[in-house]
């Protein structure tokens, strides 16, 4: 790196601080093999179902083990400079600005690259010397060879039953990740999590989550995915304001999840068998 | 956020306030639902027909609930930048600039992004982590995690029946959204629309409303869409400049409608049996 | 809109208006049609085929309202921003520049947009704010929504025929006009339009009238489109510059209307009947 | 136009005079109906296949005309801006820089534009405005309506036969020109403009003209065409430096003309038959 | 080159010198091979699947020939220009920055492609000019003509069973380069791979190799690869943090490995068997 | 050109100067007659397989003839200004840089478009008013119409059997050239220069040579080319490191061959059946 090519990196990294807890219930020992992979420092993938608590657990982990989290929602147009930085200009002609990759490797932080398999697949590869032992990031515009700060993990997820577009992560890349494989809680938890999120009474959550699972049961009979946790918060939510549960229902579940009008029929009188 | 990276809020969100109360029929519950929703800031989805109340609405609630409307409809050049915010060159070097998506949420405003699915798939990821109840937009461009303002609330549109493109949104994308379907009003309500709306006498308001309805038969026979209210208003508009009935609607429904032949032929016989 | 970012309007709108009558058949109503349109302003829309005199008739209401006249021929590289404005760089830094559609929205011209249905599908949905009640035009790049001057006029055209590619209008796009149907004159105002245009006599211009209605008999085998009427005229221009009447035929009809060994062949031997 | 957007119209037109009369052999009336339609200033468009004239053709009337020439060869990276100009950064910020098309119209020069099929298709309605009774060229990022020069004409040439990809001229485009239609010319003529540019006897060069016709022969039977003028002009150039005959017309003629062996051994056995 | 374009090579090159010697297990004769390749300056390509070790083996050399090592992950797109260098903005205007080949070529550095193979096809004949006698690269951006350091050596990698795209190295790329084949290490080296790398026993190592072996049977049967050496030594990282060996195995090995259901339970089933 | 856009050459053009006589076998009359086409000034257009000595031909040639030589090594994003120039921002603003085929033209040079059939079928019309009578190369960003140098030659080259993708020069580009068609060298020429390329004993360059022969015969049966004799230098080269014959064939011709299991097989037992 040439001396005159200082490196901004003021963005202050306490922004990136999960200031509390963030409730999260446990499914089984993904705490313990979270912090293992930590521990070796081994670059972790989460795959799971939409709104089953992925981004949650990361901002659980990124809390309990004190370390800023820097989140990238990935999509088609990210690029490698996008995850690895720019030069901007200024009065004096340019600056580097690192992306958030680099800022997480440089300071330690976790980066969370979420739904990595929608960037384009080439471009997850300026992960690659990150996620070996080099733990490099060769920042060629730069002219940096960034070593990663002790601290840094590598966190990416996605949903592997999305069929939006029939991306996958290539072999070299997926070979790099420790897994963990996630899934809807189960009844009773989730019961719990929508009584928490959404302050109804566990009766009610109970009832909603029985419907949940019931819409589960259509995925692949038209339906990509059933409701998620998150869609049951909502309807307990709206039915906290004092709208009716299944119109709540309808509005929170049975209307976003389809457009097809049959599949939006079974979906309404699910609802109304439910209410 | 850098110290010398000040961020231009100048715009005067004023001017995306809603003057006087936009006229608007309501078809049920919308409205009551539409504030539970608001309340709990839970990301709304309208779905519907071209034509059929969808804006007007979001402009009826901006009212209501008293809070800017910042508008963008999508195209597929709509870029996460276009949403976000941009740097722009000035005498200092580069000023960055927000984006509607950005100066709403820092706001407080109602950020209305109308026909989302026209948008790039995945560019419409860049809203989810402003959809849970994280709240924020991550602006790595601008070094800045913004943390939306208490009263944003996010509202997407979009119609299931426009085949133009076999575009759809992600279910990872749509798992966001409570959402309210709508269609064209019936045929009392519209009736008032169009008189309301056309300044024309009910009598001929209700001949155009049944030719509409009329049209509407064809739709799926060649037509995408039957005529929407918007060019029943049209068409009563041009009446009340003088226009013949028939030239009025030849000239405001049967025309616009349809390049395909037969299609125009039956649409031209059915406005001349109308008057 | 920003107090240092002015707009530079002092592209003389006078350039834009239309010095002396265009003189213009009519064959029908639409004049009256587009006035009453014009009153309301309901955007409007033309179609027809290649050289039938829409670009004149939008010339001529456009002198008959005395309203400045912007026109952009669409292509499939025109671009929203081409059509609302963009930055400039100078010695201060950046300029906005409105484009031409900002500029007649906000002097209250009349903007023609030929071939609008060749600009990419989506581009076109940035008229969608100006063609409803609201009539705004948001320049999200320029922190402006604009209010249209309440003399502005949008109209677009295109051609139903043209089958360079498959490109339509979106259903809501054109729900948003009011809509004329154009065609090739009838045979005698299309004389006369060649006696005036050429300055040929009148049985000459007979006879190129009627080589015209042949070829378009052939639309639709072998010939996307018969002779327009410009054609005619090109070929009246020739003779009246002695070039004798077959040779005019071939060189501005015959030629230019095909590259098929056959079809030309047919051509040119209805040219060598004619004469 | 702005007053502080001054145009550099430098550039020497004289450059691009055509200082002494080009050889040209005429094969019919096409000089004549080329004068008449400059009279007229109708745009004209010249068809024909490889090296068989047309740009001799028009640097010959351009002569004749006494009108600066400004040629194009169009390809498919040829945009609007690449005809009608751009800004450059200087240091006082932005100049705008007139393209060859700009240039042509604003001087009164003949503006050519070569194999204009190979621009984008839409690209070509740039010229739309320009090539009827309007001759305006909207330079909207200039914010300039040129109106062109009196003396200002356009012609645009293609060659039909060229099949490596199926693009067409939009049927709007191509109806706005008058047409010339060229060929190889006939032997005599062929003969003589060899020796013309060639320099060798009028006895080889027929031999080499006899030769020429005979690979026009496999046109279409694996041979997109056959040899143009021009390489039996380079054959007779190669000849007049002492090559053998059969060496040149090999190295002219068959090795160019096709990289299929089946094709070039034909090609090979008629060169050796012909010496 | 220009005098005033100076070539920042600033960059400190000891950046990229590998500071202890790698730890590499030969499998045959390929360092000896390496060596001649490298005295000769041929340049050499490595083939072979995910995870086997290349990287290591070319870190491994430029150790033994004590040369910096410049690597670049190629994606699809890396452009010629990622490659070579180009031109940035400063306060004098422009600097040119030499690309990680340049700065190889002209400091005698190694320069090691890897994954060449996802680089756009046509992009990789930049390196023509390098490889073969002249050790050219020609900088025609920046007016430059460089040849190579006479240390310089360019290595590239790809995986010939990487079948996420069908790209293929061009033959004319191909045959510039002296070529070596990996494979997966044989048992006994594996086995001591794992123990050096991960720190556990070798009879837990040697059980995690007969594992990985068992995945590679399934290869061509819905698995793109088996198990590399890579997953083995991260299962045995967390099994030293104290993870149970058949957790270890499902999240380094069973989970990443595969998001088809069917496969999942046969490998979870193999690690099942395997603890 | 304007006066304040001054170019510039400060490129020493005698960097691009031979500066001792290249190595070349001559297979037949191909020197006299490209000394005849230069004569003419008729560009050339070289034909031939990988590795058959086309490029060390150009250069020995330009070594004969004294002139400078441009080599452009062509690829698909190869663009017109990649070759004729662009503008660079500088402290005072822009200033033109001559790309290398202008820098050619001007300078007299020859320039050397290595596989020019790489860059897009279209750029490579950018050529075609340097290679008629006209030899002018109109470079419309820098308002200058560049009249070619006298001595400036334009010579082209491709690999017809290059089937990485279907291109192929455009008929009116190939019929504007004189072409040679190159082929690997006969036995006895072949074995030397692999003698004197390689440092090696002729016998064992004899058996390289026989060895080379029998792979071109697989050819067409799974291999796109045999070993060129570029390849068997490289196992002379290695052998004369020390290196067993059959371990320098493996690596330098068998192993980068293909990627093919059975071809790779076949190439292996005939490398093994050779020494």
Redesign the interface.
Known sequence: ???NMSV?I??NMD??RIASEPYYEESG?EC??FE??F??K?PV?L?GP??CGK?RFV?HMAWKLKRPLV???????T??A?LTGR????????TW?D??LT?AARTGAICYL??LV?A???????I??LT???R?L?L??H?E?LRAHPDFLLVVSY??A?R??HK?L???T????????FDYPDTERETAIVVR?SGIDPEMAARLVALGVRTRRLQGHGL??G??T??LV?AG??I????APA?ACR??IA???S?DPEITAALLSTVDASF
Chains 1, 2, 3, 4, 5, 6 share one sequence.
């Open positions: 790196m040439n001396a901004n003021s963005a922004d990136y020992e313990a093999l293992a992979a521990a070796q081994l993938l795959k939409t709104g981004t901002e989140t990238v929602v990935c999509n088609d147009d690029s490698a996008d030069w901007l200009l200024d009065e004096k002609g340019t600005q992306g958030p800022r979420d739904e929608e384009r697949a080439d471009t997850a590869v300026v690659h010397p070996d032992t080099r490099l060769p060629d515009k002219n060879l949903n592997p999305d939006g577009d996958q290539k072999t070299s997926r070979q790099r990740f420790c897994a963990l494989a999120e990509d995915e409701a998620s998150r869609m909502h939510a709206l906290g304001q004092g709208v119109d509005m929170a209307v976003p999840l457009d």
